[in-house]
């Protein structure tokens, strides 16, 4: 695989720079991870991943789950919860896919901060940041603007946001559609509180576009 020891480096790097409450780390046996991915996705050929599986390379492992990352032949990163034949309630087979080994690992460091290090040590980046003030002044704004306004107001506000979610799920290598199937909530939960967040963007735009048909209608 193109770049693996490069990547292998980059990873160790990055699991040192953590005390041993870290929850990854790199496993001397990969062969038993890989045998496992190709014996519950080789059936499904429908699956994003199924014609990478046998030529997948293990890169690192969850302490506590049964999370792997996988790196693929095409240059993508796939984080896989395998699920070993127990198909109990919220024991599913999962995939997370990023463009970038150092997209995963962001991924993988976010999600232990939260887990481990509690809300805290959370750090909201730049573009996080710009996208809530954008949202607040989405909402700020449909109380404050003369309602003639009010429609315009949202949908482009709404477009504006959607392009920069859209834009922030394309970096992370991450599509929602890729594995119809796949319940992905579970396997990013960050993803839930991004549903409802898009949910709510588009509420507001709905609003503003039924007011502004409204408001047009008046006019005339």
């Known amino acids: 695989m193109p770049g693996f ?30 045998k496992q991915l190709i014996e519950e996705t080789n059936g499904n050929p429908h699956l994003y991943i199924h014609k990478y599986a046998t030529s997948a390379t293990v890169l690192a492992k969850h302490k506590n789950r049964n999370d792997i990352l996988f790196g693929l032949p095409n240059n993508e990163y796939a984080l896989v919860h395998l699920t070993y034949g127990d198909k109990s309630v919220g024991n599913e087979l999962h ?16 999600q232990y901060k939260t887990e481990c290090l509690g809300e805290k040590d959370f750090k909201l980046t730049s ?32 477009i504006v946001l959607y392009i920069m979610i859209l ?31 898009v949910l709510v963007i588009t509420c507001f735009m709905i609003i503003g576009v039924i007011v502004y048909i409204i408001s047009g209608m008046m006019i005339k």
């Open 5 to 34: 020891y490069e990547d292998v480096d980059m990873i160790s790097d990055c699991f040192s720079q953590y005390d041993e409450t870290f929850n990854w780390f790199v496993p001397e046996e990969k062969e038993i991870y890989k």
């Open 95 to 110: 995939f997370i896919f990023f463009s970038t080994c150092n997209s995963a690992l962001k991924y993988i460091e976010k």
């Open 127 to 158: 573009k996080d940041k710009t996208e809530i003030l954008i949202f607040l002044l989405q909402l700020i704004l449909f109380f404050i603007v003369p309602k003639e306004a009010k429609g315009f107001t949202m949908i482009a506000s709404g």
């Open 167 to 197: 834009y922030d799920w394309k970096s992370s290598g991450f599509n929602l559609f890729r594995d119809r199937k796949l319940y992905h909530s579970k396997v990013i939960p960050l993803l839930r509180y991004q549903i409802t967040y």
